[in-house]
């Protein structure tokens, strides 16, 4: 009998998400600055997928690249050469995959990270762990976070993992802060009550009732989060502690500024992976603060107001 109730309210709860996502879809397609971030995207994805089709490794080899060093765009190199022969072009798609892959597994680590810090500081507000957790999500945000990354990145050394892990522990406590106010709402809710008469331990209320309630705020955070993560991963590799075995936008950049591509006017070089950074780190930010006006009701009101 209770594993009939159980499916029943499974099924009613996930008939429920079903039902907010489509209403929520239908919001997101309406809004104009929305669709056009998610084509960006959907643009910028599909070369991300096809990179390794379409762009063979050698071509990208300084040490076999079949092109003639500085030149201009032409019919065969669209985009011209770099200083080695290889196509710029290439390098853009390629440095697409690599670009986004930080990007996105940096804000996965990042939403982990500030998610649990939140929920935690969230649930305890008022207590010791919440004064503590905190004071460290305060120290984060206070510190300037090029300095830290830069300082960490040093330490760590110039690799693809360690670049993610760096942008990850710099960029969580925004989120934790988010999180931490959400969770302060809903742990007043009459459920979380209930749950804990019922004798629900800690963990089980946080994991079962607060966190689910924060996925929304998490979400749109965490795609804010992926155009910071993408412009920290190019910020660094042009500094110097981007990991040089891995062809990124920034690394293509990095390359071009060591080759003094800027004073002797190779600019064909430096724009196209400048551009595809901006336009991709714009379509996050846009797509963003389309699903943060979607779940957050005021939002919408003022823009009609406007209207």
């Known amino acids: 009998m209770s594993t009939d109730v159980d499916g029943s309210v499974r099924s009613i709860a996930w008939a429920r998400r079903r039902s907010s996502f489509a209403v929520s879809w239908s919001l997101f397609r309406r809004n104009k600055q929305a669709m056009v971030g998610f084509a960006l995207l959907v643009v910028a994805a599909v070369v991300a997928v096809l990179a390794p089709i ?155 009732h607060i966190l689910p309630n924060t996925f929304a705020v998490i979400f749109a955070q965490a795609v804010l989060t992926v155009a910071v993560a993408i412009l920290s991963e190019t910020t660094l590799a042009i500094l110097g502690l981007g990991d040089p075995t891995a062809t990124s936008w920034g690394r293509i950049i990095e390359e071009a500024f060591d080759a003094g591509a800027m004073a002797n006017g190779y600019w064909w070089w430096i724009i196209p992976p400048g551009v595809c950074v901006v336009l991709v780190t714009l379509g996050f930010t846009m797509c963003g603060y389309a699903i943060e006006e979607i779940l957050n009701p005021r939002l919408r009101r003022k823009d009609k107001g406007k209207a």
């Open 54 to 208: 379409v762009v063979s490794p050698e071509s990208i080899d300084p040490a076999t690249a079949p092109g003639t060093p500085n030149q201009p765009p032409s019919a065969q190199y669209p985009l011209g050469t770099d200083g080695f022969g290889r196509s710029v072009l290439s390098l853009v798609v390629v440095g697409t995959r690599v670009s986004l892959l930080v990007g996105l597994t940096a804000t996965i680590g990042a939403m982990v990270l500030g998610a649990g810090v939140g929920v935690v500081a969230g649930f305890y507000g008022g207590t010791r762990i919440d004064t503590v957790l905190s004071a460290l999500t305060d120290w984060f945000l206070v510190i300037p976070w090029l300095v830290l990354a830069i300082v960490m990145a040093a330490i760590l050394g110039p690799t693809l993992l360690n670049v993610i892990f760096v942008i990850a522990v710099t960029s969580w406590a925004l989120t934790a802060r988010i999180v931490r106010a959400q969770a302060l709402s809903v742990r007043r809710q009459p459920y979380v009550e209930r749950a804990r008469a019922l004798g629900s331990s800690d963990w089980a209320i946080m994991t079962r």
